[in-house]
């Protein structure tokens, strides 16, 4: 069957072809609400990747390491008012499910020795009632090595209520309950001087859960609105902005469908889709509406016009949307799994609008008889006239338009290196936004709040060794003096006050750790009691912790020294007796850099591949298809310089500009290409089948990359950063490709003089 009388019979059946897409859109639909969300910090990384093993190898031995930190604020944090807020926060989140830890100036015990006896006691016994107790409460905690830095700002104006959450807890409901929690002992216990602020891995993680939300709820509206103003001042009839929007409605029900059907959840990236597949899905809807008004202003009727323009149509819409795939799928080399599933999800997103494109509208344009406008108005119209200029460049006009066009990519080419790599938290969020604004408050008054781990093995009983427990010390000692790293606590810390306690001179003597076996034990058996142990400490002294707190603010220079943490390592403990590896989430997203660097390279260059391999099959010509790739290769690297230019950070959203971006770009070249060929088999010159191409399909194409630009720029409207950037990159790059496809290929065409025989007509 010719694609003629296959777009006949779907025309013929058109009641039958509808209700069969309404069928499977309900079935999607029912799907779709199944779709749930997800915050986890492990879905970012591949099941297989080293660092997450190891993450998992240590949650294995210590239940809980996502870090929470409530920062309590006030001028004085040992008054009394302060104090009871402190004791008040304490005691609720002590009592929340999945929290496994709470410390505390409130629940922290102290050893203290009175008479030669060694007893731990609670340091806050009771709220002070006077000055005189509040001073010496304040310089108790102040000469603390436990407490200053750690749970107590060094100039006692704020403290930290510091938790951590077990595995249990980390999906999206129970740390969205939780941080419910926060927000309403913030709410509450903020009053008169008294501030109080929460920041940490599941504040961090609801948070951009939240604006994901928020986002595909509020974007995705007013990118349908954005993109039906465009199509509709374009073509001024309802019927043509009605279609291509529907043609999207039922590739996202599909699409979500899928996703409701393989319990794959939303996270903070595949937020984006609904942007993405809006812009994509109206490109050959606008195509097919528009061929179809050239063949009714031709006098054909409603039934002829739609099968006619599907036929016309389905070679340059097949491979658009082959190339569309083909960019997205270049993810899959991703090593960070959620840009893998937004690879898959927006290739597959795609194929459905290709499918829903060549059945839903011929079927819809022949049930409805869509009336075409009486007289075409490109020719009179401000668009019109600029397409007639645009068909006729003078030659002095091709030559400017090629030069300057190398020169910006010489220029974006020397911008490239300055691009930064960052996966610092903060800056995914808006300057001024409250999670932005808890977070910076904490970084600098309390030291941070995300976890970097240390796992130390050793033989039974290793850890209780002077020798080794002083290789620790030191370790130790250089970790807490990087950037970043606002402090730290071990097994040696709780040691060295306990010994300083019970005898401050042979303490001082000795550096702060005990020399001998004997009075190691002594001091442990003291501790065996004590929470804190259990904490920092397993399986007989062969397993221990070594905990930093890490200012997320500082988290890109942080990523930075853990090659240099690791070389420390390797060449501090050698040995097999002392085993120590580096992990937790700050370690785990220290990985995220070198991720998002292959994961730009490698998506690049395959999508570069992939689109240029379709290319090259379609217009079977090696020369034709390096000319096709220009407009579309250009405003990428066009768009990666203005990146380095604007100070945008690669990022988990701006990774995936380069793969989309060249997918979508050349779905004009095509129609271009294809319309091209058309002309040059009739007969016509170079310069008449250029003319003939930018007149008949510039609208198509001017609509087209107007409607990707305008959903592409709406997640500028956005909360979270990255994707921000990527829309308002991506936005620009699509209006270069506009540039691309209607300025510089037809002025490179006629500078290098085309052969017509390249473009199907004999010498």
Request: proline residues 5%; aromatic residues 6%; positive net charge.
């Amino acid at each position: 069957m010719t694609s003629s009388a296959f777009f006949a019979a779907i025309v013929r059946r058109r009641r039958l072809v509808l209700v069969a897409l309404a069928a499977v859109t309900v079935a999607a639909g029912l799907l779709a609400s199944r779709v749930r969300y997800d915050s986890s910090a492990e879905i970012w990384f591949l099941d297989d990747d080293p660092n997450l093993v190891a993450y998992r190898k240590f949650l294995a031995r210590f239940p809980a390491d996502q870090l929470g930190v409530v920062g309590v604020f006030a001028p004085d944090i040992f008054d009394a008012r302060a104090l009871s807020a402190i004791a008040r926060i304490t005691r609720r989140i002590e009592r929340q499910p999945h929290v496994h830890r709470v410390r505390s100036l409130a629940n922290l015990r102290l050893m203290e020795s009175e008479e030669g006896v060694l007893e731990a006691r609670p340091f806050l016994a009771r709220i002070p009632r006077d000055a005189a107790e509040s001073r010496a409460l304040r310089a108790r905690a102040l000469a603390s090595p436990l407490l200053r830095g750690q749970l107590v700002a060094a100039d006692g104006r704020a403290a930290a209520i510091v938790f951590e959450v077990s595995p249990a807890g980390s999906g999206y409901e129970a740390k969205a309950a939780l941080v419910r929690t926060l927000r309403e002992l913030a709410r509450e216990e903020s009053r008169g001087e008294v501030v109080v602020r929460h920041a940490g891995a599941p504040s961090l993680a609801v948070a951009m859960l939240e604006y994901a939300k928020h986002d595909l709820q509020l974007l995705g509206p007013v990118a349908v609105l954005a993109v039906g103003l465009v199509v509709f001042v374009m073509f001024r009839r309802g019927a043509t902005t009605l279609i291509p929007l529907a043609v999207v409605l039922l590739a996202l029900t599909w699409t979500f469908g899928v996703m409701g059907a393989l319990g794959i959840k939303v996270n903070v990236v595949s937020a984006a889709l609904v942007v993405l597949l809006l812009a994509v899905g109206v490109a050959n809807a606008v195509h097919l509406v528009v061929e179809y008004n050239h063949e009714r202003q031709a006098g054909a009727g409603p039934e002829e016009a739609a099968g006619r323009s599907a036929a016309r149509l389905l070679q340059p819409c097949f491979y658009t949307a082959v190339t569309d795939a083909a960019g997205m799928l270049s993810l899959l080399l991703s090593d960070l799994r959620p840009l893998r599933e937004f690879g898959w999800l927006s290739a597959l997103g795609v194929a459905f609008t290709f499918v829903i494109s060549l059945s839903f509208v011929p079927a819809v344009l022949a049930a409805a008889r869509v009336r075409a406008p009486l007289v075409s108005r490109e020719q009179s119209s401000l668009v019109g006239r600029v397409l007639a200029a645009l068909a006729s460049p003078s030659p002095l006009r091709r030559f400017a338009v090629v030069g300057v066009s190398l020169l910006l990519l010489v220029g974006s080419g020397l911008l490239l290196p300055r691009i930064e790599i960052g996966t610092s938290p903060v800056s995914y969020f808006r300057a001024g936004d409250p999670t932005r604004r808890d977070i910076e408050a904490i970084d600098r008054s309390l030291g941070g709040s995300i976890g970097l781990e240390i796992l130390v093995t050793s033989s039974p009983g290793g850890l209780a060794d002077p020798r080794q427990l002083e290789r620790l010390a030191r370790f130790q000692r250089w970790l807490g003096s990087l950037p970043g790293v606002a402090s730290t606590v071990s097994l040696v810390d709780y040691l060295r006050e306990l010994y300083r306690v019970m005898d401050p001179e042979g303490a001082a003597r000795a550096g702060g750790l005990p020399r001998s076996r004997e009075l190691t034990a002594q001091l442990l058996l003291l501790m065996e009691s004590e929470q804190e142990l259990d904490a920092l400490v397993r399986d007989r002294y062969s397993v221990g912790r070594m905990s930093a707190r890490v200012s997320m603010s500082d988290a890109r220079e942080l990523v930075r020294q853990v090659p240099q943490i690791e070389e420390r390592i390797r060449r501090d403990f050698p040995g097999t007796d002392l085993r120590v590896e580096i992990t937790g989430l700050a370690k785990v997203m220290s990985n995220m850099e070198q991720y998002l660097l292959r994961s730009q390279v490698s998506s690049l260059a395959s999508s570069l591949l992939l689109v240029a391999g379709f290319m090259l099959l379609m217009l079977r010509s090696l020369r034709l298809t390096l000319f096709a790739m220009l407009p579309n290769v250009a405003p990428v690297f066009l768009g990666l310089g203005l990146m380095a230019l604007l100070g945008v950070a690669l990022d988990p959203g701006t990774v995936m500009i380069s793969s989309v971006a060249m997918g979508i770009v050349v779905d004009d070249t095509i129609h271009f290409m294809t319309r091209l060929r058309e002309h040059a088999r009739e007969g016509r010159s170079l310069e008449r089948s250029l003319s003939g191409t930018i007149l008949e399909i510039g609208r198509p194409v001017l609509v087209t990359s107007l409607v990707l630009a305008a959903g592409f720029a709406v997640l500028g409207l956005g909360s979270y950063t990255p994707n921000v950037n990527f829309g308002l990159i991506s936005a620009a790059v699509m209006a270069l490709a506009l540039l691309g496809d209607l300025v510089f290929l037809p002025a490179a065409l006629l500078v290098v003089g085309v052969r017509l025989r390249l473009l199907g007509r004999a010498p």
